[in-house]
């Protein structure tokens, strides 16, 4: 399942300002304003958009944040940070004492690990030390810039992996969580029920 061309176009425009009105961005894609409207009331539900400012879940577009510390023993910060930023999955690059970096990247699949494994390791002066993916809350990276022609995979809200065909659906509390399968939609409900019930508790 993928977000289509008017939702992404959408999602570009409210990234640019998020505070546009419904009838201004309908203008900007050239689209009617009760399209904009479906649109965002879709985006919404599917909890992609969360308020306009504008906040926009990637982990529920199926991207994920990995870390790799490197060394180099030979390369300047500035070559170091040209290397990067001509790197499709960068996202950030952060200085570490000595020769280390810490580098920020995001990964739609697994197979994009491999790939800047090798990309990196077979750039002369630089030696991957570690790596690991982000467990923190900072799904909301306004720096990810979308493009409207590429479209972004749905992932599972149970098992994260991307939603082949048509998804599974369940409303609840007035948002539709997207699920791959029955089974991941049962294991879901489960979990919920058990977040809610633990919230309960505590009160």
């Known amino acids: 399942m993928k977000l289509d ?51 926009i879940d990637f982990r529920k577009m199926g991207l994920q944040k990995y870390y790799f510390r490197v060394e180099t023993d030979s390369l300047s910060h500035e070559e170091v940070k040209e290397f990067f930023i001509g790197f499709e999955l960068f996202r950030s690059l952060e200085k570490l004492e000595g020769d280390g970096y810490l580098i920020g990247l995001y990964i739609r699949e697994f197979s994009q690990i491999d790939e800047a494994i090798k990309i990196i390791e077979d750039h002369k002066g630089l030696k991957i030390i570690d790596t690991w993916r982000s ?60 977040l809610q019930k633990r919230k309960e508790e505590m009160r």
Not at 18 to 43: Q, Y
Not at 147 to 174: A, F, L, Q, R, T
Request: hydrophobic share 30%; proline share 5%.
């Open 5 to 55: 061309e008017t939702e992404m176009r959408i999602l570009v425009e409210l990234q640019k300002n998020g505070r546009l009105s419904r009838r201004v961005l309908a203008d900007k894609i050239d689209v009617s304003t009760p399209t904009v409207s479906s649109k965002l009331e879709k985006l919404e539900n599917m909890g992609i958009i969360q308020g306009f400012g504008i906040g």
């Open 135 to 194: 467990q923190d809350q900072d799904s909301k990276i306004p720096n990810i810039l979308l493009d409207e022609h590429i479209p972004i995979d749905i992932s599972c809200y149970y098992c994260n992996k991307p939603i082949e065909g048509e998804p599974v659906k369940w409303k609840k509390d007035s948002k539709e969580h997207y699920l791959c399968c029955s089974s991941c939609k049962e294991l879901y409900e489960q979990k919920y029920e058990r």
